[in-house]
């Protein structure tokens, strides 16, 4: 329809014109009907390439817009499908982040453990020793198992214990027994104060309270400690502790105390083990110690109690007085401990003073990552300590100097292999059944 | 019980109830939020490590065990992390803050401390030395820490816990 418009148009255009050529140009020769039919003919040529092309384009844009509405279709489409991926996204690093809570619930509360599970903790460590003895019998010994149970009551209340089997087996006529050491409760009344109340060890030396086996050179502890001291030595009673932030820290006790119960002078006996214990005279003791440098630590004690021997008529009184230093830096580290004790009233003279010092410098060398720690010391020890038999047949002053050098290897924190040297050729304690020297041998571990 | 203990002994009761502020304090010396909040300028990104099995073999090596969990929380703006990590000291867990930030240890915190003794390690003296802490070969600390007597294991236990620090802060910034 479009198209014969056009033409009408066109051949009524073209009438027109040659109706006004006879007067516009009258001069000139008109054309014929055929050149006439001849130029119609070419624009109608030109008219048809004319109509082709708009029909073509409009065929294109026509295409155009369906692939354009087409393209926005698709582009809405994966916009809902994206924002429905984003969506499934989130929710599954919900689930995700559930299950893994879940999870590590279930981990932490090990299967549904009861509460006491999460507030209680177990520990414990244990040593076997062998010492073999120039010029006596030669002997090995699982010396001590122990474990810890500690618990928390709540945020400030926890209890903290140590149950050990000494010499592997305990009960009549055998060499060993079980022992409760340390069973107290820690209030922590604030960050800086805090007390103990039960069974304690008392704040005395370096052994006392830290005796883990991996934690100090030498299979055997040290003699000075064990027999001036004498650790390991626990009391029952109440103790306080203030320490501030420069690194000092203040630690009072009142306990029950000794009771030498008749072995007139020998201190070590004088333990009660807190075990239906005499409990007439009270132990005071006090210490003083810095540790305001990393690796450094220094520390006084004194303890005082009024009559070592309850049991019996002899009243005699007992200060116990203890410096020590104990330095690390780097691998090399360096221990040094002086303890006496002065006793005064019905007592023998021998027995007034007894004392004991020792110096320990070491060195310690990491291995590997994977083989552990190796460490070398050398200690001499000199103390002189009162010694009675229960039967009171022996009773003599004790003096010694004892060298000795060793080596502990760590393969890892935890466990430790020890073994040491010891010239006793100068000490009346080993001289008396004529050993000259002791080569010990031992491994220890922690958990 | 005899006086002259009874009597020493009512006395420290005494003084401990009117002598002390007698209000009871949690054993947290620093909160983790504060830690974190601490540790950073603004607000930083907090972000998991999730413990492949390739990252849990070599958390195995520089730590000496298995690390439990399947994932490790941290937060981290630019190039600084900070980490709170628990581990064992003698029988109790101690928790811990760590900020690291290219590489070296920026500050060490111990925001939890449970054991009976070494409460040493809370202190600037002893966290102090952790500072400039970096990682080489073979795992190794740059430089040695210097302990606390009666508290050895808690030094290792911290000494450990640094390492891993370190390392889950190379992990996470070369992701």
């Known amino acids: ?447 | 019980m005899h006086p002259r203990l009874t009597t020493p002994l009512l006395a420290l009761v005494l003084w401990l109830q009117f002598g002390s502020s007698m209000h009871a304090i949690e054993d947290v010396y620093l909160e983790p939020e504060t830690f974190i909040a601490q540790s950073f300028e603004s607000e930083p990104e907090r972000k998991v490590l999730w413990l492949t099995k390739d990252l849990k073999a070599s958390i195995k090596q520089v730590l000496g065990r298995d690390y439990r969990g399947m994932r490790i929380r941290y937060w981290q703006q630019g190039e600084r992390t900070a980490w709170i990590l628990e581990e064992i000291g003698k029988v109790k867990l101690i928790t811990t803050g760590f900020v690291i930030e290219g590489d070296a240890m920026h500050s060490m915190q111990v925001l939890i401390y449970r054991e009976s003794h070494g409460w040493e390690v809370r202190y600037p003296f002893f966290t102090d030395q952790f500072k400039g802490l970096e990682l080489g070969e073979k795992n190794r600390l740059n430089k040695k820490i210097d302990g606390i007597s009666g508290a050895t294991l808690s030094v290792n236990a911290l000494t450990r816990l640094s390492k891993l620090a370190l390392h889950l802060h190379k992990e996470a910034t070369a992701q």
Request: proline share 2%.
């Open chain 1, 1 to 447: 329809m479009k198209r014969q418009r056009i033409l009408t148009l066109l051949a009524l255009c073209s009438a027109a014109f040659v109706a006004t050529l006879p007067a516009q140009e009258a001069p000139q020769e008109l054309p014929s009907q055929a050149e006439m039919w001849k130029m119609i003919q070419a624009q109608q040529k030109q008219i048809e390439a004319l109509s082709a092309m708009v029909q073509a384009n409009q065929t294109e844009v026509s295409t155009t817009r369906t692939e354009l509405a087409t393209a926005k279709t698709e582009a809405a489409s994966a916009k809902a499908e994206a924002s429905t991926a984003i969506a499934q996204l989130k929710a599954t690093q919900q689930q995700v982040e559930a299950t893994t809570i879940a999870v590590e619930e279930i981990g932490d509360s090990a299967f549904n453990m009861p509460a006491w599970y999460n507030n209680t903790s177990i520990g414990g460590y244990g040593e076997l020793h062998a010492n073999f003895n120039n010029g006596a019998d030669n002997e090995i010994d699982f010396h001590r198992f122990v474990l810890f149970f500690n618990h928390e009551f709540n945020d400030w209340i926890s209890l903290f214990s140590e149950l050990e089997l000494e010499h592997s087996i305990a009960g009549d006529d055998q060499d060993g027994e079980i022992e409760l050491e340390q069973a107290y409760i820690r209030m922590d009344w604030t960050e800086q104060f805090n007390t103990d109340a039960g069974v304690f060890l008392l704040p005395v030396g370096i052994l006392n309270e830290t005796h883990e086996p991996n934690t100090f050179y030498g299979v055997e502890r040290n003699n000075v400690e064990k027999y001036i001291i004498p650790s390991t030595w626990w009391e029952g009673g109440i103790k306080g502790t203030y320490r501030t932030e420069t690194g000092l820290t203040f630690d009072g006790t009142i306990s029950s105390g000794m009771d030498l119960d008749g072995a007139d002078g020998y201190i070590r006996s004088g333990r009660q083990k807190v075990s239906k214990a005499t409990n007439d005279e009270a132990a005071l003791a006090g210490r003083v110690k810095y540790t305001g440098i990393a690796g450094l630590e220094i520390a006084a004690s004194v303890l005082y109690q009024d009559d070592l021997d309850q049991s019996t008529n002899a009243d005699y009184s007992g200060l116990l007085s203890t410096t020590h230093i104990a330095y690390t830096t780097g691998g090399f580290s360096i221990r040094a401990l002086y303890a006496r004790w002065d006793l005064d009233g019905d007592i023998a003279s021998d027995a007034e003073e007894q004392y004991g010092y020792y110096i320990e410098p070491s060195y310690r060398w990491e291995l590997s990552e994977k083989y552990g720690d190796l460490g070398i010391y050398a200690r001499f020890s000199d103390y002189e300590y009162f010694y009675v038999k229960d039967s009171k047949n022996i009773s003599e002053l004790y003096e010694n100097k004892i060298y000795e050098v060793g080596v502990n290897y760590w393969p890892t924190d935890n466990v430790v292999f020890k073994l040491d040297y010891q010239d006793t050729n100068d000490a009346d304690q080993y001289q008396k059944d004529g050993i000259d020297s002791v080569v010990n041998l031992g491994v220890g571990y922690q958990f």
